[in-house]
């Protein structure tokens, strides 16, 4: 087994402050990139080296993949770490990692594209004998194709871009009507979005649940599942809260859905962290939606039930490391509320800025994952996402007073923040009683005068 002595994090914010904390913990250098509005940021301080990679603009900066490179071959860098977003699931950056002989510390380029076509991931899923959601058997090459397969299998149903993920492209069809308007409007903005006008179609679930295993596969192609995180608590397809175990989960459900996520992982060979979406009904029926090859955001909340450190154990299933085999049950609850510079008021904004007061929670069971400090000026180039809060307690509801308890001791002071949405939110009826799907944002309000 080889070890890696310096990683290059080619990312920037919370995730690469959360990176080189392990790398520390491991004894393994670490080289920060960062563009020019990132010069004052922590991860640049805390790294042991540091390469400016460019102009503030992501394409200009996390995003070139030849000035990446460059910063790794200049610090002798063995891997790269690519956190989530900006290069962690792009096929060519992990090919050319490979042929310049770094680790790219995530998945192989072939893996990447195979996933990254929705189509094609779910068509290798049904394949695998894992349950999909009836619809085309791929790409869509007509109008009356599209009829056909709605017909047979009946409306409403969702024409989806294969290229895509965040929603884009996505447009529910009730009748023949609507499905023909969306098959042109969904064409034109996938087009516009992913250069790519490739689309497929599924029948609608309504009001479904967005429930994801966590599965990490080692280079044997042995795979183990980490249980589930609840996602479905989303606002324009952007995650504002994570939980687990899931309120709607039982023992036998994540047993299932734990066996699924594995031979979906097993029948590709996937190696390294991965997570695997399904979409539950009402009936718990549940269905593959997408995988991610990627670390995500929430996996703190993972961290805190199984007690396992996810970013080693991605380092180490890269340096060549077998897994045990044995699979991963939750034992505590955790929540993960994420803090945005946006006004929760006016329609989640954003709001940059310079942070004047900070202070943070902290306390039994309160975990701060974050890169902002007093004075620091959260630039308006990138992801308005600043803190991320998790609670972990034996119980739900230790874990949501406790939210409600780290909340309350949050001050930010000089920007527009997501934390008073979140006070309201713990204490909404339905939230509480863990009574909630993916419309659970559709009806909720926030209250102007109850901050
Ligand atoms: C669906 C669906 C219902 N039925 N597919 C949203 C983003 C993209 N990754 C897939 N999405 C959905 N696909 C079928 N066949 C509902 C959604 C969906 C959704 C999924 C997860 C979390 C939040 C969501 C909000 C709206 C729609």
């Not at 790294?47 to 992501?58: H, Q, T």
């Not at 149903?157 to 993920?165: D, M, P, Q, R, S």
Request: some cysteine; overall charge positive; glycine content about 8%.
């Amino acid at each position: 087994m080889r070890r890696f002595k310096k990683i290059l994090i080619a990312n920037r914010g919370e995730i690469a402050m959360r990176i080189i904390r392990t790398c520390k913990e491991m004894d393994i250098k670490t080289v920060a990139v960062y563009s020019q509005a990132d010069k004052d940021s922590l991860h640049v301080r805390f790294a042991d080296e540091a390469v400016c990679i460019g102009p503030p603009a992501s394409a200009d900066s996390y995003l070139k993949i030849s000035n990446i490179i460059a910063a790794a071959e200049i610090t002798n860098s063995d891997a790269i770490h690519p956190g989530y977003g900006f290069l962690s699931e792009n096929a060519e950056f992990s090919e050319i990692c490979k042929s310049n002989d770094i680790k790219f510390i995530g998945a192989s380029s072939q893996m990447i594209g195979k996933m990254g076509d929705k189509a094609t991931a779910v068509a290798t899923m049904k394949k695998a004998g894992v349950p999909t959601i009836p619809g085309s058997d791929g790409i869509l090459h007509s109008i009356e194709e599209a009829k056909r397969v709605a017909l047979n299998i009946g409306f409403p149903v969702i024409l989806k871009a294969t290229a895509g993920g965040g929603g884009k492209g996505m447009r529910i069809c009730w009748n023949e009507i609507e499905l023909k308007r969306g098959w042109e409007s969904s064409k034109q903005e996938s087009l516009k979005a992913f250069g790519n006008d490739q689309i497929y179609l599924e029948k609608f679930i309504q009001d479904p649940r967005h429930i994801e295993i966590q599965v990490f596969g080692d280079c044997k192609g042995r795979v183990c599942h980490l249980s589930e995180r609840d996602c479905s608590i989303q606002r324009r397809h952007q995650k504002l809260l994570e939980e687990t175990p899931s309120p709607f989960m039982t023992s036998r459900l994540r047993k299932k859905m734990g066996e699924v996520a594995i031979k979906a992982a097993e029948y590709i060979n996937y190696e390294g962290a991965g997570t695997v979406e399904f979409l539950v009904d009402k009936k718990k029926n549940f269905y593959f939606m997408e995988m991610n090859t990627r670390i995500q955001v929430e996996h703190p909340i993972t961290e805190q039930v199984v007690s396992r450190d996810l970013v080693r154990e991605q380092i180490e299933i890269a340096q060549g490391a077998r897994i045990s085999g044995k699979n991963y049950f939750p034992k505590l609850h955790a929540i993960e509320c994420r803090i945005n510079a946006e006004d929760p008021l006016h329609d989640f904004r954003p709001s940059p800025g310079a942070i004047e007061t900070l202070h943070f929670p902290g306390g039994h069971g309160v975990r701060i994952d974050t890169h902002i400090y007093s004075g620091y000026i959260i630039p308006p180039y990138y992801d308005s996402m600043i803190a991320k809060v998790i609670t972990t307690s034996e119980t739900r509801n230790g874990a949501i007073l406790k939210m409600k308890r780290a909340l309350d001791e949050f001050i930010i002071e000089g920007i527009k923040t997501t934390i008073p949405f979140h006070r309201q939110l713990m204490d909404n009826p339905k939230f509480v009683a863990g009574n909630y799907t993916t419309k659970f944002m559709d009806s909720f309000r926030v209250d102007p005068l109850n901050q």
